[in-house]
């Protein structure tokens, strides 16, 4: 499941209106592979399952990122590398974490989605088995909508996507997407993408500082394998 684009070398610096040149991506690089390297140095010596838990988490932020920006720099390869390892560390982490800890699960889903790698099935089999789709939370139905569309069980997955919709505590462009998706509706796919894509472009902040519009860039690529995508393009996206 590959979304074909054109590869954009430059970030959007939503502050100053204006595009930065690729070697903002080498700075980004560089900071997430010394987050990377400082984590795993310390991982051997953490015997508490919690402590360990945590630092397993830390480390799948840093390879996510680092695979982020090497796939803003059309280092496909090597990003899918960083990627498939940071879901790894999200997976590890599920031993010892908190009950509704669902980001693990969601974030080795979409690092696996990003990579291509075949290994988000098993990982969307287990967000189910975690109870993913019936979760009261509504980052867990997330989750569980996520996994079922990964599987291509989307009649399934339409449930809990419209669950999603209307609340006041969950991204609405999101949830309008993942329902589209369920649907194999184009034409409110196609509109809710590009929502949830201005919300990114048009935000101040981005999580691990990362300029990047993963959640659109997933939601592409499941969107791909139904023939349905937006085709959507940005600064913002590989």
């Known amino acids: 499941m590959a979304v074909k684009r054109d590869v954009h070398v430059c970030s959007l610096n939503a502050r100053r209106g204006k595009l930065l040149p690729i070697d903002e991506w080498n700075a980004h690089l560089a900071r997430e592979l010394e987050r990377y390297r400082d984590g795993e140095s310390r991982l051997p010596g953490i015997a508490d399952p919690d402590t360990r838990q945590r630092q397993l988490t830390r480390l ?68 189910l088995a975690m109870g993913a789709a019936e979760a009261e939370s509504p980052i867990g139905r997330y989750a569980g909508c996520l996994a079922l569309l990964v599987l291509g069980q989307d009649v399934e997955a339409e449930p809990p996507a419209s669950s999603l919709r209307g609340r006041c505590d969950f991204p609405p462009a ?56 937006a085709g959507v393009t940005s600064p913002l996206l590989p």
């Open 60 to 127: 799948g932020n840093a390879a996510a990122g680092a695979g982020l920006a090497l796939l803003m720099q059309g280092r496909r390869e090597e990003a899918a590398g960083w990627l498939v390892r940071a879901a790894e560390h999200y997976r590890e982490s599920l031993d010892g974490a908190p009950p509704g800890s669902w980001g693990r699960p969601i974030g080795a889903m979409k690092a696996r989605i990003l990579a291509g790698d075949p290994g988000v099935d098993e990982d969307a089999r287990l967000a």
């Open 174 to 229: 999101v949830a309008a997407a993942l329902w589209s998706l369920a649907r194999g509706d184009a034409a409110s796919y196609s509109t809710a993408a590009a929502e949830v894509l201005r919300s990114f472009e048009t935000r101040d902040k981005y999580l691990e500082d990362m300029p990047v519009a993963d959640t659109v860039a997933v939601l592409e690529i499941l969107a791909d394998a139904r023939g349905i995508a």
